[in-house]
């Protein structure tokens, strides 16, 4: 699989150049960025033979069979639909767009070129998530009776610098942070929640700093979420509630960079399944995780590329990042704020 890579962000390097060197059948072909000169640099140091002046030749560079594009969500609209339209296979940096009404476009272009759009969502290709699926789906919690999902950060505070902080970009916490713990939940507890409450800390007009909604599925369960780019300190989890427990995941963002699965059942015993540590009512059973040292993106690029192989949606995809938009969009529209703008200009040129 012949790779493009639309734009020289910071996440490009550790989300695909470095894992594109140990998962076979990929190579990185060709790059273009917003500055020729960050273009050539990068694709100095990353390896890249050919260098384009602009993303638009990038994407109708006849020699790719696949286009990375990591621009700020706010074009991720613009430059994917070019890329199906060349019939280039997407690899989309999450969130998938700025809003559900793009999404929708998106997924609906994907389907009509017969070409694959993945949301880069790396987390859901770890290991860890199928351990985490096998205690979920073997009862020893009983049913869910709440779910929360939390990912901040001490980044700091706004800056005219950090495109997190442009409104017009699609900034926001929710937007950059909270889409994890919104996907978190949706996959521990199965099915869309709606929105009960939300709010937001807005140290920007109209840009959330921090953001945490309140969740409501139709068969019984809540939920919650939290997100903050102003956090006092690091913090990344997943709880479930069950009946008869609860499941804690620290760090199912990266597990590479230390995790753990931990569970407490109300009731003496485990099972035979892995975990070490106490049970019962006083103590907590870590599960173990084979393969936790591997990286979230080396999975993620493995995935993209069987995927476009196999002609077979991956669980990031289609209707999954559809729903996403849809639940950021309707947790903004709760706690007072409109969905992130649609980007009418051609900055992205």
Known sequence: MRLGLLAAARITGPAVVEPAAMVEGVELTALAARSPERAARQATAWG?????ASYQDLVDDPDLDAIYVATPAALHHRWTLAALDAGKHVLCEKPLAANAVEAREMVVAAEATDRLLMEAFHWRYHPLVGRVREVLDDGRLGSIRHVHGSFCLPDGHVSADDIR?????????????????????????????????????????????????????????????????????????????????????????????????????????????????????????????????????????????????????????????????????????????????????????
């Open 165 to 349: 902080w442009d409104l017009t970009l699609g900034g926001g916490a929710l937007m950059d942070l909270g889409c994890y713990p919104l996907q978190w939940v949706r996959w521990a507890v199965g099915g869309e929640p709606r929105v009960v409450s939300a709010e937001a800390t807005c140290p920007t007009p109209d840009v959330d700093g921090r953001f945490g909604a309140d969740l409501v599925w139709d068969d019984g369960p809540t939920g919650s979420i939290e997100c903050s780019m102003i956090a006092e300190g690091f913090d990344a989890h997943l709880e479930v509630v069950g009946d008869h427990g609860t499941l804690r995941v620290t760090n199912p963002l990266a597990p590479q960079r230390g995790s753990r699965i931990e569970l407490r059942l109300g009731t003496g015993d485990t099972g035979d399944t892995g975990e070490t540590g106490g049970t019962g009512d006083t103590g907590a059973a870590e599960v173990s995780v084979p393969g936790a040292d591997t990286t979230t993106y080396q999975h993620q690029l493995v995935a993209f590329r069987d995927a476009v192989a196999s002609n077979v949606h991956p669980p990031t995809s289609g209707a999954d990042s559809v729903a996403t938009m849809e639940l950021i969009d309707a947790c903004y529209r709760a706690a007072g704020l409109a969905p992130r703008p649609s980007l009418t200009s051609t900055a992205g040129d």
């Open 48 to 52: 890249v033979p050919v260098v384009h």
